[in-house]
């Protein structure tokens, strides 16, 4: 365990040495930089300094003299404070990408496998939309969606979530026939449509397996067809449930075609 938290220290920027004496220090603390080099095997002529780096970088702090001893900073605070910090240079990064590109790139499909890699492309994919987030989803992956789907509307984002069973309470436009997870389960396997800003779309199996497969794309022709899914789920629901669906298919089809004004127009303009 102490081996993967340092590799995954420096993984995220630690030196080797800073990592070890963190992880030491977590351990067991306050401690003094004598208990910490007999701990972590760091040369007593170093482990002060190292000490002094941490300390400015504020991950662990003088807590008496005489002698001097150190406590870190808490995981949870450490852990947020490195969120914080690669979303800011992700964020940048992102930013400059998006300038230096010379033209726009074409339109791609990547493929998901495993339940876990593609629950987080899911929660990637809520957390990064600033319009809409839709979705047709079993109980179970709304359950572990829930915290991207009420950060994203937070976010400003609508949400429009479709269900044969039960669904969470998070914000949104929400559609369920209230059906069992359990009772569905003998019939149908676990899938996910999700469309996030009418631009870009995951769909696959939601087993919990290794072997699930997904597909995310931002080719519109294959987003505009899941949106066409969710809408067919949503009118079918209002119809069986009586319940008011327009409002959630209109934020849908923001960006396709006008079908009602247009039949409507061409049904005026037909021969009697």
Known sequence: MEKSVVSALEQLGFSATDARVYVGLLQGHPATGYDLAKRTK????????????LERAGLVR????????????????????????????????????????????????????????MMREADRLIRGSQKLVAASLWAR?????????????????????FSFNPLPRVG????????????????????????????????????ESETSRGTLTDELVLVEMGLSTLVLDL?????????ETVGAIVLLTTHLAPLEQLISRSLAGAPT
């Open 42 to 53: 760091v040369p007593r002529s170093a482990i002060y300094a190292v000490l002094s780096r």
């Open 62 to 117: 003088a807590v008496s003299t005489s002698p001097a001893k150190y406590e870190p900073l808490p995981p949870q605070q450490l852990v947020s404070q490195l969120r914080d910090r690669h979303q800011d240079t992700l964020d940048t990064l992102q930013q400059a990408l998006e300038r230096l590109a010379a033209r726009p790139q074409p339109s791609s499909l990547w493929a998901t496998v495993g339940y876990d890699a």
């Open 235 to 243: 009118t079918l629901c209002g119809q069986r449930m009586r319940v």
């Open 141 to 161: 992956e709304a359950e572990r969606l829930a915290p991207a789907l009420e950060a994203a509307r937070l976010g400003g984002a609508e949400i429009v979530l």
């Open 172 to 207: 949104g436009r929400l559609f369920s026939y209230g059906i069992p997870e359990r009772d569905l389960e003998q019939y149908w396997q676990h899938k996910l449509i999700l469309v996030s800003d009418h631009r870009r779309l995951l769909v696959g199996n939601a087993e």
